[in-house]
């Protein structure tokens, strides 16, 4: 009998188109090189990276690309027996130019896309209810039906006993009504024990610019846990076993695209073992600062013995 799937990711599975000319706009690249992508795929990837049985919760196009991504996320070592072939829409994609030690810019060919056409059919809730872990990327919410396969599964997974995390995953430019974005996310978030968001992510889903205002909001829906990312200023918690600090790891900054999925893995993987929160954030925020070293997401994503490392060089 093969192992139960102890997490499952549930969002978008895309091929990222990542400039090889550093500082050059969109207009401007000669070429690019091509990964696995996608905030769910890259922390299913991540994840698997340090040794966790995790599987993916998505669709594919009936093309090239979707062909690419089954194979990575297979090689790897994901599950991908929730990851569905659509019928008619193509994978989609994302460019994106790199201006270390910034942001960089990322242009989304999204609509219509593969992933967004998840439907709760596609979820095997027997499967899903014996995982001890969900974790949403929750740009899914964005569309239908992948929306209603959101708000399904974390109904399923909870009344199953299972934990919720929600990655706010906030991507503005891919919701056509951002007064729509605010009323699906409260519904999904009032279903999560713990939230992980960045500065943008934490002020839009508990809308306010003070982190602790912010976090207090989405304690009041039910959160056990709100997970604030602040970049270079480190990582706080708020909720159980906080209010905690981490400071941030000084590495040279390559590509910011990705830490905050390589954050995210690992500190799923943390929940996984039942580690304490202090542990888990500091081992969270040593795999988001490897990943910035690198130039893609999912393939920066570091083992279980790079994290270690890390951490005792700069403990």
């Known amino acids: 009998m093969a192992d139960v799937i102890?997490?499952?990711?549930?969002?978008?599975?895309?091929?990222?188109?990542?400039?090889?000319?550093?500082?050059?706009?969109?207009?401007?690249?000669?070429?690019?090189?091509?990964?696995?992508?996608?905030?769910?795929?890259?922390?299913?990837?991540?994840?698997?990276?340090?040794?966790?049985?995790?599987?993916?919760?998505?669709?594919?196009?009936?093309?090239?690309?979707?062909?690419?991504?089954?194979?990575?996320?297979?090689?790897?070592?994901?599950?991908?027996?929730?990851?569905?072939?659509?019928?008619?829409?193509?994978?989609?994609?994302?460019?994106?130019?790199?201006?270390?030690?910034?942001?960089?810019k990322v242009l989304f060919y999204r609509k219509p896309c593969a992933d967004t056409h998840l439907t709760v059919d596609d979820i095997d809730m027997d499967k899903l209810r014996q995982a001890k872990i969900l974790s949403i990327a929750a740009t899914a919410l964005c569309e239908s039906p992948s929306r209603e396969a959101v708000f399904a599964a974390l109904e399923e997974h909870r009344l199953a006993g299972g934990l919720n995390v929600i990655d706010v995953d906030w991507r503005p430019m891919l919701w056509d009504d951002p007064h729509a974005a605010r009323i699906y996310y409260r519904m999904a978030l009032k279903m999560a024990d713990i939230v992980i968001a960045n500065e943008a992510e934490l002020a839009m889903a508990g809308e306010s610019s003070d982190p602790q205002t912010a976090a207090a909001n989405l304690l009041r829906l039910g959160v056990r846990q709100v997970v604030a990312k602040r970049g270079s200023q480190g990582v706080m918690l708020f909720g159980d076993g906080g209010p905690l600090f981490v400071p941030a790891i000084k590495v040279q900054v390559m590509n910011t695209l990705g830490a905050g999925d390589g954050f995210g893995a690992a500190y799923n993987?943390?929940?996984l073992q039942g580690w304490d929160p202090e542990r888990t954030l500091r081992f969270a925020n040593a795999a988001g600062a490897i990943v910035v070293t690198r130039h893609s997401c999912s393939e920066a994503m570091p083992t279980l013995e790079e994290?270690?490392?890390?951490?005792?060089?700069t403990s």
């Open 6 to 104: 102890e997490i499952f990711t549930l969002g978008r599975l895309i091929v990222d188109l990542y400039a090889d000319q550093l500082h050059t706009p969109l207009a401007e690249v000669k070429s690019f090189s091509k990964y696995l992508g996608g905030s769910a795929a890259n922390t299913a990837f991540g994840l698997a990276r340090l040794g966790a049985r995790v599987g993916l919760i998505s669709r594919v196009g009936p093309d090239e690309f979707g062909e690419f991504l089954l194979a990575r996320l297979q090689k790897e070592g994901v599950d991908t027996s929730m990851v569905a072939v659509d019928p008619k829409y193509p994978t989609g994609l994302a460019f994106a130019s790199i201006f270390p030690p910034g942001d960089s």
């Open 307 to 313: 994290v270690e490392e890390l951490l005792a060089r």
């Open 269 to 271: 993987y943390g929940l």
